[in-house]
C-alpha cells in the first residue's frame, strides 16, 4: 500500500521567489512519483515524473523535483515564481513498475503567488 | 501529447435518474483507464480501474452498482452513475494511461449535479 502526505494545504510566495512545496511518500515497494498541477475546474496536467532513473527530475515550466530515497521525499522546487504558477499541485504515487495501477494522491497545496 | 477527452463537461440531473459520462483518449489506444472523483477543494479519490474487454476494479467502498464502468474499446470508457443521489455530485474525472510509458493523462473533468 502507498500513501502521500503534502505539507501545507496552502503555500503564498512572492512573485519571482522560491517555491517549494513538500511531499513524502509511503510505499512498500519501489514508487513511481509524480506532480500534477490543476487549475480551477479543469483536469490535471503533468509537471513531471520519477521513475527510477535519475533522481533530479526537470518537469515543464520551470519546475523540479529530487527524489531522495532516505528522506522518503519528493519535494516540488521552481526557482522563480511567476503569477501564472497560482494553482493546486498535487503529488501522487503509484507502484512500480508498469503504472498499471492508479494513482494515490496527496491532498494537494493551494500555491498562492503574491505580486 | 496524449489527449483525453471527457464529455459532458458538466451536467445537471434529477435525483433518481442516470447519467453517462464519457471518456475518450484521442490520439492514442488505452488499455487501461481510470476514473476519479474529487470533492470541493479536496484531492482526488480513484474509484475504479476500467480494462478494455474485461470487467472494471472497483476500490474499496465504491458501489459497483451505482457506477457502473463500460470499456468497450481502446479509446472509450464510460462512467454511469445510477439512481442518482444529491451526494454523488462531484467532480468526476478519467485518467487513461499511454502505454508503454506509465505516467497518466487525465480528462477536463465532468461537473455533475444532482438535484
Known amino acids: 500500500a502507498q500513501s502521500v502526505t503534502q505539507l501545507g494545504s496552502h503555500v503564498s510566495v512572492s512573485e519571482g521567489a522560491l517555491v517549494l512545496l513538500r511531499c513524502n511518500y509511503s510505499?512498500?515497494?519501489?514508487?513511481?512519483l509524480f506532480w500534477y498541477v490543476q487549475y480551477p475546474n479543469q483536469g490535471l496536467q503533468l509537471l513531471l515524473k520519477?521513475?527510477?532513473?535519475?533522481?533530479l527530475v526537470k518537469g515543464i515550466n520551470g519546475f523540479e523535483a529530487e527524489f531522495k530515497k532516505s528522506e522518503t521525499s519528493f519535494h516540488l522546487t521552481k526557482p522563480s515564481a511567476h503569477m501564472s504558477d497560482a494553482a493546486e499541485y498535487f503529488c501522487?504515487?503509484?507502484?512500480?513498475?508498469?503504472?498499471?495501477?492508479?494513482?494515490?494522491f496527496g491532498k494537494g497545496t493551494h500555491l498562492i503567488i503574491q505580486p | 501529447g496524449a489527449v483525453v477527452s471527457q464529455h459532458p463537461s458538466w451536467v445537471i440531473c434529477k435525483s433518481g435518474t442516470s447519467v453517462k459520462i464519457e471518456c475518450r483518449s484521442l490520439?492514442?489506444?488505452?488499455?487501461?483507464m481510470f476514473w476519479y472523483r474529487q470533492f470541493p477543494k479536496q484531492s482526488l479519490m480513484l474509484m475504479a480501474t476500467?480494462?478494455?474487454?474485461?470487467?472494471?476494479?472497483?476500490e474499496q467502498g465504491v458501489e459497483k452498482d451505482k457506477f457502473l464502468i463500460n470499456h468497450a474499446s481502446l479509446t472509450l470508457s464510460t462512467l454511469t452513475v445510477t439512481s442518482a443521489h444529491p451526494e454523488d455530485s462531484s467532480f468526476y474525472i478519467c485518467?487513461?494511461?499511454?502505454?508503454?510509458?506509465?505516467?497518466?493523462?487525465f480528462g477536463p473533468g465532468t461537473r455533475l449535479t444532482v438535484t
Open positions: 520519477y521513475t527510477s532513473a535519475a533522481t
Open positions: 501522487a504515487v503509484s507502484p512500480a513498475p508498469g503504472g498499471a495501477d492508479g494513482l494515490t
Open positions: 485518467s487513461a494511461r499511454d502505454p508503454p510509458g506509465v505516467e497518466q493523462y
Open positions: 490520439d492514442f489506444q488505452a488499455t487501461t
Open positions: 476500467s480494462n478494455e474487454g474485461s470487467k472494471a476494479t472497483y
Open positions: 510505499s512498500s515497494v519501489p514508487p513511481y
